[in-house]
């Protein structure tokens, strides 16, 4: 299994325990970006597509010259976005207000693998709606900790260490 799919696959792990053993609701927002960005730079390239169907080459190399350099330029937005906005979160969940009253609260997931290194790093944060006050704790731990023999990522070991990482945040201390 390469350092990709191991990361992948404990990623997924971490994401089927904040939806589905937490009372959370996935949030999409983050990953609506990315396509929002994608969509458009597609956009632009039918409609080149389109224009140089419509008016064969010399006439449409200035609209060519902008779309393409549109497209080029919206990869540079894409690739801003994922290193800045997403940092390695591959999950966020909204964590609803028992009352009502107070805007959602924020868990995100990110996690990170070095390459040519075993250490899989998962960062769990809280950011409350009211206060906007975040709190973070990482854990770094070898991936052969999450894997058996067989090469099969062990659930079990995995939803203890994401459930005491929610209990740390949620309790409001910090536990690295």
């Given at each position: 299994?390469?350092?990709?799919?191991?990361?992948?696959?404990?990623d997924d792990a971490v994401k089927e325990v904040m939806?589905?053993?937490?009372?959370?609701?996935?949030?999409?927002?983050?990953?609506?970006?990315?396509?929002?960005?994608?969509?458009?730079?597609?956009?632009?390239?039918?409609?080149?597509?389109?224009?140089?169907?419509?008016?064969?080459?010399?006439?449409?190399?200035?609209?060519?010259?902008?779309?393409?350099?549109?497209?080029?330029?919206?990869?540079?937005?894409?690739?801003?976005?994922?290193?800045?906005?997403?940092?390695?979160?591959?999950?966020?969940?909204?964590?609803?207000?028992?009352?009502?009253?107070?805007?959602?609260?924020?868990?995100?997931?990110?996690?990170?693998?070095?390459?040519?290194?075993?250490?899989?790093?998962?960062?769990?944060?809280?950011?409350?709606?009211?206060?906007?006050?975040?709190?973070?704790?990482?854990?770094?731990?070898?991936?052969?900790?999450?894997?058996?023999?067989?090469?099969?990522?062990c659930q079990d070991i995995i939803e203890p260490?994401?459930?005491?990482?929610?209990?740390?945040?949620?309790?409001?201390?910090?536990?690295?």
């Open positions: 299994m390469g350092r990709n799919s191991c990361q992948n696959a404990l939806t589905a053993k937490l009372p959370y609701t996935e949030n999409f927002n983050l990953m609506d970006g990315r396509l929002v960005i994608c969509a458009i730079a597609v956009g632009v390239a039918m409609f080149a597509l389109l224009w140089d169907f419509l008016n064969p080459f010399p006439k449409s190399r200035p609209v060519l010259i902008g779309c393409v350099a549109s497209y080029f330029l919206l990869m540079g937005v894409l690739t801003l976005y994922t290193t800045f906005k997403e940092k390695g979160i591959f999950v966020v969940v909204m964590q609803k207000d028992p009352a009502g009253l107070d805007p959602d609260s924020t868990w995100e997931a990110a996690s990170n693998m070095k390459k040519y290194d075993d250490v899989y790093e998962l960062s769990l944060s809280y950011t409350d709606g009211k206060t906007k006050a975040k709190r973070e704790t990482t854990i770094k731990k070898s991936v052969g900790d999450f894997i058996d023999e067989n090469g099969v990522i260490l994401v459930l005491k990482l929610h209990q740390s945040l949620a309790s409001g201390k910090k536990d690295k």
